[in-house]
Nanobody, 127 residues
Framework: QVQLVESGGGLVQAGGSLRLSCAAS????????VAWFRQAPGKEREFVGV????????YYDDSVKDRFTISKDNAKITVDLQMNSLKAEDTAVYYC????????????????????WGQGTQVTVSP
């Protein structure tokens, strides 16, 4: 059973940086990608970015591209989300999720494509 635990959230001023980490266990061949999503109050959960486990290829939502970077550590089995140049609109609960997706396809951005989820970590960016 895949288990995911996020850490690293907190309060940061606009323009600052924060690094989130997702510790994964129980990964099997049923998982080929780990993604980050976020959900702001009153809004739907939205895709942030994803990393393919086999070759570390990534892609991002346009709203975070060039500001956020996803990386993984095979030894620690963690997936990190480095967030730079943070904006107030980045405030949300951030979740990591694991699943098997067609990398690059639109469905890869849908929460329904991911079977395992972490509990989430709050990121608050003050103006």
């Amino acid at each position: 059973q895949v288990q995911l635990v996020e850490s690293g959230g907190g309060l940061v001023q606009a323009g600052g940086s924060l690094r989130l980490s997702c510790a994964a266990s129980g990964l099997t061949i049923s998982v080929n990608a780990v993604a980050w999503f976020r959900q702001a109050p009153g809004k739907e959960r939205e895709f942030v970015g994803v990393i393919r486990w086999s070759d570390s290829r990534t892609y991002y939502d346009d709203s975070v591209k060039d500001r956020f970077t996803i990386s993984k550590d095979n030894a620690k089995i963690t997936v990190d989300l480095q967030m730079n140049s943070l904006k107030a609109e980045d405030t949300a609960v951030y979740y990591c999720a694991a699943g098997r997706i067609f990398f690059g396809a639109p469905l890869g951005k849908s929460p329904r494509s991911y079977d395992a989820w972490g509990q989430g970590t709050q990121v608050t960016v003050s103006p």
